[in-house]
């Protein structure tokens, strides 16, 4: 069974300029989770998707993410336009159920903004 | 609302050592669940273990331990005779209450290197 694929694994980009993330959970997760960690801070919670619809995205940071999954299948998260603190690793997971808090990661995208 | 300390920000031990990788959590909530994760070098996080706060026996897999002591609020994991494969970044997690099982909190994690 293949895990949770993110892509692109590592993306460099200028000030200003718009870059999108994609990630493929596991077949059948309905839940799928994106997280990220910013250089010296702690992993943190940005949205949660529950098939096609946004469940909580009480952790986006501002206006400029914009993230989807159409259809219920994969996700997109979208940067634009992207500022330096945006850069860290952007997370995805999935999980079947909720409640065991038991999530399945992918090796996270590496953004760097210059 | 619930919070996560992990004091140690680097662990650096000598192959077969046993080393013991403490956390401690704050939550108002009276049943929650705890959990560990492991980054390796490859960067994905990969589930360890989940304890429900009824339970707290230690719990043991292979060379892995846990000591969870709700009475001080703290849930601390062991490796018995640490290998370089062990070599990895390690969080504790609570969620954050109200059973929201994917929300998790990580704390700040400990960097664990065990050297050959």
């Known amino acids: 069974e293949a895990g949770v694929t993110q892509f692109p694994s590592h993306s460099v980009i200028e000030k200003g300029q718009t870059v999108t993330l994609r990630c493929d959970p596991i077949s059948g997760h309905d839940n799928l989770y994106w997280y990220r960690r910013v250089m010296g801070k702690e992993i943190k919670f940005l949205l949660h998707?529950?098939?096609?619809?946004?469940?909580?995205e009480s952790g986006m940071p501002n206006n400029r993410f914009l993230a989807e999954r159409t259809g219920g299948t994969y996700s997109t998260l979208k940067v634009q336009p992207a500022e330096l603190e945006d850069s860290g690793v952007y997370f995805c997971?999935?999980?079947?159920?909720?409640?065991?808090?038991?999530?399945?990661f992918g090796e996270g995208s590496r953004l760097t903004v210059l | 609302a619930q919070k996560v300390t992990q004091a140690q920000t680097e662990i650096s031990v000598v192959e077969k050592e046993d080393v013991t990788l403490d956390c401690v959590y704050e939550?108002?909530?009276?049943?929650?669940?705890l959990f560990w994760y492991k980054q390796p070098p490859s960067g994905e996080l990969v589930f360890l273990i989940r304890r429900n706060s009824f339970d707290e026996q230690n719990e043991i897999s292979g060379r892995y331990s846990w000591n969870f002591q709700k009475s001080t609020s703290s849930f601390n994991f062991t490796i018995t005779a640490s290998q370089v494969v062990d070599s990895a970044v390690y969080f504790c997690a609570p969620p954050p209450g109200d059973n929201q099982g994917g929300k998790l909190i990580f704390g700040q994690g400990t960097e664990l290197s065990v050297k050959p």
């Open positions: 998707f529950v098939k096609e619809s946004k469940q909580d």
């Open positions: 939550t108002r909530d009276t049943t929650y669940y």
């Open positions: 997971a999935s999980s079947h159920w909720v409640e065991t808090g038991e999530l399945f």
